[in-house]
């Protein structure tokens, strides 16, 4: 947080050892090569399942292609978008939680991810593969219009990119700090904390914090006691939309093609 001029985006993965990674790439991956046109092809299958299901309306106005995966990304469903927020605090109370139970004895993690120049707007009406193939090899931001209660409460922001697998721990091209420990340039700038003089500059488009398990409880009590988060808020059940949540889990990340 160090102002305008270097704008962070913040992300909570209640498992430390899982890749910086859409959803999707992880469904693929268990069913094909994971390489560009296969992450095209699948996303527009399940595009054209989402319109058969009737979910790509919302007050009367049929939504786009990123926008209806957007809402299909907040409801659980694999698409090849990376959730964000513009909030650290939410990025880590998402560090705390999991469905997975086991998780709880886990290390979570915390990103910080540079912010992209480039965006795409709220209603682009262009589809996703005209999208996806005018990305080139960068990373956008997209943020998505409040179609739905987790749109608006999570405020829909993410990340899309095409493959790399030029680092093994991010499936999107985006670099992370090679070193470890007190070497990172996360760990120097926190050792300069209040010192006179610029930070130490970034040297990376992603900084990792690392919640330590034992500590998970305490932070997610602290979280919710400060800023009233809780599961059923950041998600809460889609009453206006029986079967969204339905149709998400039937196309979620380990569900088969």
């Known amino acids: 947080m160090y102002g305008v001029d270097e704008p962070w985006l913040w992300r909570g993965q209640a ?27 699948y996303t527009s299958g399940l595009l054209r399942a989402a319109r058969r299901a009737a979910l790509d309306s919302h007050e ?48 979570g993690a915390l990103f910080a991810l540079r912010r992209p120049s480039e965006r795409v707007s709220d209603f682009d009406s262009r589809s996703f593969a005209e999208i996806y193939e005018s990305i080139g090899n960068h990373v956008v931001m997209y943020s998505a219009p409040d179609v739905s209660e987790r749109l608006r409460i999570q405020r829909g922001h993410f990340l899309l990119g095409p493959v790399s697998t030029a680092d093994a721990r991010v499936t999107i091209p985006l ?12 760990a120097r700038r926190m050792d300069r904390r209040g010192a006179a003089g610029p930070p130490p500059g970034a040297t990376s488009e992603v900084a990792v914090f690392r919640v330590t398990a034992k500590f998970k409880t305490a932070i997610r009590v602290w979280l919710e006691g400060r800023s009233g988060l809780t599961r059923d808020f950041v998600l809460p059940t889609s009453w206006h939309q029986p079967h969204l949540d339905r149709f998400a889990m039937a196309h979620g990340r380990q569900a088969a093609f």
């Open 60 to 107: 009367g106005t049929q939504l786009p292609d990123m926008a209806l995966l957007g809402l299909l990304q907040h409801h659980g469903a694999a698409t090849p978008l990376i959730d964000v927020s513009l909030d650290p605090l939410v990025g880590l109370y998402m560090a705390t939680v999991s469905p997975n139970t086991e998780d709880d004895k886990r290390d």
């Open 175 to 186: 670099t992370l700090d090679t070193r470890t420990g007190s070497e990172t340039w996360l």
């Open 15 to 41: 498992n430390s050892a899982y890749r910086i990674e859409p959803a999707l790439h992880t469904r693929v991956r268990a069913n094909a090569v994971l390489d560009d046109d296969n992450v095209l092809e």
